[in-house]
């Protein structure tokens, strides 16, 4: 005789078999005017209601007479048994359930390094991850995750050995913030370049000799005349002589109590006038810094899809705002370098066209806020001198005397890596400068030689200078945009061959070909190399909106390329241009900011530091030199850059003693 729990079992088996056979259709959503489909299928009509659909399965409702009947057959052993039963097989389902969310979650958080997977593979799963994600999310989500780490940390995770060196690079270009205030700051409290001074050490008597260094004090002020007791303000210091046509860039010193140190080296004979520029208030930085970690999409990035005569434009960036629509991931399958577009209603994620600044997001700052970013008031106003603002230079000592300075001499270094004189850049970093001033000159260096350039704008003003100024070089009609590139020029006299193409993604042009969206480090890698290759790159002011992390990811996969170019090729001559001051008002301080480009500036000379590489010193080039700060400097600055390169790839012959 079987036993009475098997039976149960048996019984209880068969009811269960009985309501998936008959199956349950309900919908928590809600739904306006009739409610039809099937049991597999889902409820249709507009929704405004919560119903569920007709089935058999209603039919077995608990208030249904079959349900009764199906009840009287069943013997009663208990209630609290059925119910335990149920229970135990209900908390099974859930774990199974559990597994497979958490294995398909895996898979779709590791699609990225799947490189092996095709483009749309990988796209179709990233818009099934943002459908699951989108289910978690509140409906009313704000316009943006306000959490930095949301943007800094996508792509691959780096190694231990590149967090290492993260954490070192972020540590070295930390900067002393205002202290904590309980209340928002107002602008009588912040750095007023009116009321702040800088003092020269100039006792009667005193000689200043080419080779000594110069200091000058700075004691930073508020609006009400009181002196600042903490740092971070970002100041500029420059030593000029107008009348010389010289000029060098000084080192700062911030010693966290509300004064500064400028610091020069003394490097020609004559006039030297201290000029000091407060840039921002360590009160702006504090917002610029901010603004920074919170707000990477405030350039406004989209995309044109087009198919047939239908077209869609959605918004893109590599931070895109985690809201409930599937999203097309342009992600670089062998570096995981990011960028998504919000998917288009009807198009496919293929039919995309091209790339396009939109514009810059407005009303970014408090009405507090506001107040300390103003043209003329607190944005690149010069601090006055109390007292002589310029010394005379002698020629060098013979004998070495000890200047006095109130700065300990293990902090002196100043790294200057050149200076003007007579408008003429003189490099302190190993080239000898040469001048490049007939256009014969500069064929004749650059024959037999490829050259390419890739980056930003910067980088495209060498190419449209040597376009200019060499005749032979005759540029070749590839049909691009103006201003967007690629371009191409040959002279095929001398076998010069001259190309520029933009960097990917973010850059900010008007409108780029999709087709024509390139990384550099991929271009690096399709490069063979030799001694008669230039490369030429400048990367750095797109990503001023976006945390340094997203910079530095960046430039390490340039990093590597560079190496492995190196490697099979040990004779290509790399250069680099650095980042440059420009010219700021409220408006260009939230988004490029000079602050911004000196914090990448430094996080570019440590990458690349001890790389058999030229580093073209655009930073200290253009706060040399007299003429005013432009994002893309003058065509006086340009040749000396241009001057110095080929100073470097085709050196002054010695001449050889008999």
């Known amino acids: 005789m079987e036993n009475p729990s098997r039976q149960r079992c048996k019984r209880m088996g068969r009811m269960v078999a009985v309501e998936l056979e008959l199956g349950v259709c309900t919908g928590s959503g809600s739904c306006s005017g009739s409610c039809s489909g099937s049991c597999s299928g889902s409820c249709s009509g507009s929704c405004s209601r919560s119903c569920s659909c007709s089935s058999r399965m209603d039919l077995m409702m608990p208030s249904s007479p079959q349900w009764k009947a199906y009840r009287e057959t069943e013997p009663d052993h208990g209630t609290h048994r059925k119910v335990t039963l149920c229970r135990k097989l209900s908390k099974y389902a859930v774990i199974f359930l559990f597994l497979a969310v958490f294995g398909l979650m895996f898979l779709l958080r590791n699609v990225s390094s799947m490189e092996n997977w095709n483009c749309h593979t990988v796209s179709a799963l990233n818009q099934l991850k943002s459908r699951i994600q989108s289910s978690f999310i509140p409906v009313n989500v704000p316009t943006f995750n306000h959490n930095h780490t949301f943007c800094a940390h996508l792509g691959q995770k780096p190694s231990p050995e590149d967090e290492l060196e993260e954490r070192y690079l972020l540590d070295s270009i930390a900067w002393p913030g205002p202290p904590p205030r309980s209340s928002p700051v107002v602008l ?7 009321h702040s001074l800088f003092t020269l050490p100039i006792k009667e008597g005193r000689e200043w000799h080419v080779g000594d260094q110069l200091e000058a004090l700075v004691q930073m002020r508020d609006f009400q005349g009181r002196p600042k007791l903490y740092g971070g303000d970002f100041l500029l210091a420059r030593l000029h002589s107008p009348e010389l046509g010289a000029g060098v860039a000084g080192k700062v010193l911030d010693h966290r109590n509300g004064s500064y140190s400028a610091l020069f080296p003394l490097l020609w004979v004559g006039s030297a006038q201290v000029e000091i520029t407060l840039v921002h208030s360590s009160e702006a930085i504090a917002v610029l810094r901010r603004l920074r970690e919170e707000r990477p ?10 198919s047939g005569s239908h077209s869609e434009t959605t918004v893109c960036n590599m931070c895109l705002p985690p809201v409930q629509r599937p999203q097309c991931n342009y992600t670089d399958l062998s570096t995981g370098e990011p960028w998504y577009c919000y998917k288009p209603k009807v198009l496919s994620c293929d039919t995309r066209i091209n790339h396009a600044k939109r514009g810059y997001v407005k009303n970014l700052l408090t009405s507090k806020e506001a107040p300390l970013f103003q043209s003329g008031v607190n944005i690149k106003v010069h601090i006055h001198a109390s007292g002589p603002d310029r010394i005379n230079v002698l020629p060098p000592r013979k004998d070495r005397v000890e200047v006095e300075s109130s700065v300990k001499p293990e902090a002196i270094q100043l790294a200057t890596s050149g200076y003007y004189y007579k408008d003429s850049w003189r490099s302190l970093n190993g080239v000898t400068m040469r001048q490049f001033n007939e256009s014969s000159a500069i064929t004749q260096c650059l024959r037999d030689k490829v050259i390419y350039m890739y980056g930003d704008s910067t980088v495209r003003q060498w190419f449209e200078h040597l376009l ?12 691009s945009l103006k201003n967007i590139g690629p371009f191409m020029a040959m002279d095929s006299t001398h076998n010069i061959l001259l190309k520029y193409r933009c960097h990917g993604p973010p850059i900010r042009f008007n409108t780029v070909k999709a087709s024509e969206l390139r990384y550099i480090f991929n271009e690096l890698d399709r490069l063979s190399g030799s001694p008669k290759t230039i490369v030429a790159l400048s990367i750095w002011s797109h990503f001023s909106t976006f945390p340094v992390e997203v910079y530095i990811r960046r430039l390490r996969h340039i990093r590597r390329a560079v190496l492995r170019l190196l490697d099979r090729a040990p004779g290509t001559i790399i250069v680099i241009r650095s980042a440059n001051l420009q010219a700021l008002d409220p408006e260009v301080s939230l988004y490029n900011s000079d602050w911004y480009s000196l914090q990448l500036d430094e996080v570019l000379r440590a990458m690349f530091k001890g790389l058999n590489v030229l580093l073209v010193d655009a ?7 007299r003429l005013p700060h432009a994002l893309h400097p003058p065509p006086a600055i340009i040749k000396n850059m241009i001057d110095m390169i080929l100073s470097h790839v085709c050196p002054e012959m010695k001449k050889s003693h008999q």
């Open 619 to 625: 930073w200290q080039m253009t706060l040399a030199h």
């Open 468 to 479: 200019a100024f060499v005749p032979e070089l005759k540029q070749f009609n590839l049909h």
């Open 188 to 194: 009588d409290q912040t750095s007023d370049p009116v």
């Open 297 to 306: 999409d405030r350039v406004v990035f989209e995309s044109l899809f087009r």
